[in-house]
């Protein structure tokens, strides 16, 4: 009998294409850089794509960033969620210095992928990260890399100081109140009236909570359309940069791997540069602001009216951690304490202050006291009937104000108002602060009213004119005519009055007297006749109504 054996069709078994993709990176944005990265993604799309055994899995490319951090790197991280995700079996890059420089980082990667079974192939060094000798050869390499970048950081740190022993800061740096025309610093004037404000509700005894408050209420925001809040407020309120002046290398960065910042306390140089740009704060104002901040911040809770404090505010420490204790009020929500609620059912108690914000560590041991046993203490201690806050209590009230107002800051403010409001930028009048009252010591103000000639300045007594000091005004072309003759000029000049003449006193109705700068004094006549038509009775009432004082 013959033997049939059935043949079974057999198919060739195809090999299992690679999911092969690359990654790509380059750290500056210049236009070499940016043909680079052009010229990487290029290559790698045709290198894989032209491979039988390969799939193209993508290309990642991570622009103008540095490679010494993971977390900055967004395709890099796409990259490693693809992978995790089993996308990529094999990864391309150009060099160790182009996945990473730092050594960390590229062994813990290099590693990880490893554990699921994806190769990593670097190029220009010729490293396979699955063979044998590869974790040791990348060791190596990428602490080259990591000296590499860190030499380079030392360079740029030292191109950066020389600018600052210069007084050229690094770069156009963002602050409000303030925009960059070329390299000079100049004032936005809507943001400028905002900072002057902060500034004015600190002096006024105002805590930074409230003008937060106060700005929300009012719908003010900062440039990027964001709230005012505390840390804002304070960044406004200690930034020097507002007087006019630049203090370089307020801070560093302290390890060129990490690339963490740290303030500088004194670690490294600062450079102060004076007037560098326009001020929007004086330098009086803004060392004041400083002090009363320092002295609210020795204060603590009590400088800060807009807090919900209590008689026992910052009197309780902790025998513990040395914190103070805080005040700490929630619904009673268990019978064994209604002896200590209030009416409302509220439950008062005083909690040690790392407890209450819940700082890292070890919790603190110290139990919260109730508010009322702390007051029962009280009447015990104190020997009294009954606690009342109003015996260890004080109201404070802010004099900031009037702190400020020494006498010594008084002639420095009247020093300004002399050299800066009067000078010659079209605000101001030569004669503005120059002109005093023989009569009553008061300064003379200037004053426009119609005319037959039309509108013409006169400058008249500001403690009431005519109807006080009797001393009459003198029409402003006539004072400019005198002063001009008494500095010998054919005609007048505000600069060099500015420059000649130190005062002019009215002395009399019809009489002056300019002081000038060298000291000597002459006296000029003016004329008190009145020019035009007699005045009524109602123009008179309504002049003399103009010319009162506030």
Same mark, same amino acid.
């Given at each position: 009998?013959?033997?049939?054996?059935?043949?079974?069709?057999?198919?060739?078994?195809?090999?299992?294409?690679?999911?092969?993709?690359?990654?790509?990176?380059? #750290?500056?944005?210049?236009?070499?850089?940016?043909?680079?990265?052009?010229?990487?993604?290029?290559?790698?799309?045709?290198?894989?794509?032209?491979?039988?055994? /390969?799939?193209?899995?993508?290309?990642?490319?991570?622009?103008?960033?540095?490679?010494?951090?993971?977390?900055?790197?967004?395709?890099?991280?796409?990259?490693?969620?693809?992978?995790?995700?089993?996308?990529?079996?094999?990864?391309?890059?150009?060099?160790?210095?182009?996945?990473? =420089?730092?050594?960390?980082?590229?062994?813990?990667?290099?590693?990880?992928?490893?554990?699921?079974?994806?190769?990593?192939?670097?190029?220009?060094?010729?490293?396979?990260?699955? #063979?044998?000798?590869?974790?040791?050869?990348?060791?190596?390499?990428?602490?080259?890399?990591?000296?590499?970048?860190?030499?380079?950081?030392?360079? *740029?740190?030292?191109?950066? $100081?020389?600018?600052?022993?210069?007084?050229?800061?690094?770069?156009?740096?963002?602050?409000?109140?303030?925009?960059?025309?070329?390299?000079?610093?100049?004032?936005?004037?809507?943001?400028?009236?905002?900072?002057? =404000?902060?500034?004015?509700?600190?002096?006024?005894?105002?805590?930074?909570?409230?003008?937060?408050?106060?700005?929300?209420?009012?719908?003010?925001?900062?440039?990027?359309?964001?709230?005012?809040?505390?840390?804002?407020?304070?960044?406004?309120?200690?930034?020097?940069?507002?007087?006019?002046?630049?203090?370089?290398?307020?801070?560093?960065?302290?390890?060129?791997?990490?690339?963490?910042?740290?303030?500088?306390?004194?670690?490294?140089?600062?450079?102060?540069?004076?007037?560098?740009?326009?001020?929007?704060?004086?330098?009086?104002?803004?060392?004041?602001? $400083?002090?009363?901040?320092?002295?609210?911040?020795?204060?603590?809770?009590?400088?800060?009216?807009?807090?919900?404090?209590?008689?026992?505010?910052?009197?309780?420490?902790?025998?513990?951690?040395?914190?103070?204790?805080?005040?700490?009020?929630?619904?009673?929500?268990?019978?064994?304490?209604?002896?200590?609620?209030?009416?409302?059912?509220?439950?008062?108690?005083?909690?040690?202050?790392?407890?209450?914000?819940?700082?890292?560590?070890?919790?603190?041991?110290?139990?919260?006291?109730?508010?009322?046993?702390?007051?029962?203490?009280?009447?015990?201690?104190?020997?009294?009937?009954?606690?009342?806050?109003?015996?260890?209590?004080?109201?404070?009230?802010?004099? *900031?104000?009037?702190?400020?107002?020494?006498?010594?800051?008084?002639?420095?403010? =009247?020093?300004?108002?002399?050299?800066?409001?009067?000078?010659?930028?079209?605000?101001?009048?030569?004669?503005?602060? =120059?002109?005093?009252?023989?009569?009553?010591?008061?300064?003379?103000?200037?004053?426009? $009213?119609?005319?037959?000639?039309?509108?013409?300045?006169? /400058?008249?007594?500001?403690?009431?004119? *005519?109807?006080?000091?009797?001393?009459?005004?003198?029409?402003?072309?006539?004072?400019?005519?005198?002063?001009?003759?008494?500095?010998?000029?054919?005609?007048?000049?505000?600069?060099?009055?500015?420059? $000649?003449?130190?005062?002019?006193?009215?002395?009399? #109705?019809?009489?002056?007297?300019?002081?000038?700068?060298?000291?000597?004094?002459?006296?000029?006549?003016?004329?008190?006749?009145?020019?035009?038509?007699?005045?009524?009775?109602?123009?008179?009432?309504?002049?003399?109504?103009?010319?009162?004082?506030?």
């Amino acid at each position: 009998m013959k033997t049939v054996k059935k043949i079974e069709v057999t198919r060739p078994v195809l090999p299992t294409r690679k999911k092969v993709a690359a990654y790509a990176r380059v #750290s500056m944005e210049t236009d070499r850089m940016m043909h680079s990265i052009s010229t990487q993604v290029s290559y790698y799309n045709e290198l894989i794509q032209s491979n039988p055994e /390969w799939e193209f899995a993508g290309v990642y490319a991570d622009n103008f960033i540095s490679g010494t951090a993971i977390d900055r790197r967004p395709e890099f991280k796409r990259l490693l969620d693809d992978c995790e995700a089993g996308k990529i079996d094999i990864v391309l890059t150009k060099s160790i210095s182009r996945f990473a =420089r730092n050594t960390v980082d590229l062994l813990e990667t290099v590693r990880h992928l490893k554990e699921l079974g994806i190769e990593v192939q670097f190029e220009k060094e010729h490293i396979n990260s699955l #063979s044998d000798d590869g974790e040791l050869m990348l060791s190596l390499l990428a602490s080259f890399a990591q000296e590499e970048s860190r030499s380079i950081s030392e360079n *740029a740190r030292w191109a950066i $100081q020389k600018r600052f022993e210069k007084g050229i800061p690094n770069g156009h740096f963002r602050v409000y109140g303030y925009r960059w025309e070329d390299d000079q610093l100049v004032p936005v004037p809507e943001e400028a009236a905002i900072v002057k =404000r902060i500034y004015q509700n600190f002096l006024d005894g105002k805590s930074r909570l409230e003008t937060e408050r106060e700005f929300a209420a009012e719908g003010i925001t900062t440039r990027d359309g964001c709230r005012w809040v505390d840390s804002n407020i304070k960044s406004v309120l200690s930034n020097i940069t507002y007087t006019g002046n630049m203090l370089l290398q307020k801070e560093f960065i302290e390890d060129p791997i990490t690339k963490k910042r740290r303030k500088n306390k004194g670690q490294l140089p600062q450079y102060f540069v004076e007037n560098t740009h326009e001020p929007i704060i004086d330098m009086e104002t803004f060392q004041y602001v $400083q002090d009363e901040m320092a002295r609210r911040r020795e204060l603590g809770a009590l400088a800060n009216k807009s807090l919900n404090i209590t008689c026992f505010t910052g009197k309780i420490k902790c025998s513990f951690c040395g914190k103070s204790f805080m005040h700490n009020t929630r619904k009673n929500r268990a019978q064994f304490t209604t002896t200590y609620t209030d009416e409302d059912g509220m439950y008062t108690t005083w909690v040690c202050g790392s407890r209450k914000q819940k700082q890292k560590g070890d919790p603190c041991k110290a139990k919260e006291i109730p508010d009322k046993i702390l007051k029962a203490c009280c009447v015990e201690v104190l020997g009294i009937d009954e606690f009342d806050d109003e015996e260890v209590t004080k109201e404070w009230k802010s004099t *900031a104000k009037q702190d400020c107002w020494t006498d010594e800051y008084k002639d420095r403010q =009247r020093e300004w108002v002399r050299n800066y409001m009067a000078k010659g930028d079209g605000r101001f009048s030569p004669f503005t602060t =120059r002109i005093k009252c023989g009569c009553c010591g008061g300064s003379c103000r200037r004053q426009v $009213q119609g005319s037959s000639d039309g509108k013409i300045a006169y /400058w008249r007594c500001s403690g009431g004119g *005519a109807t006080n000091c009797g001393i009459k005004g003198i029409r402003e072309p006539e004072l400019m005519e005198i002063a001009a003759g008494l500095m010998d000029l054919p005609e007048f000049d505000g600069d060099a009055f500015r420059e $000649q003449v130190d005062h002019i006193t009215m002395v009399k #109705s019809g009489l002056l007297e300019f002081t000038f700068a060298d000291g000597h004094t002459e006296e000029a006549e003016y004329s008190t006749k009145r020019k035009g038509k007699p005045w009524t009775e109602e123009q008179r009432a309504k002049f003399k109504e103009s010319i009162k004082g506030p």
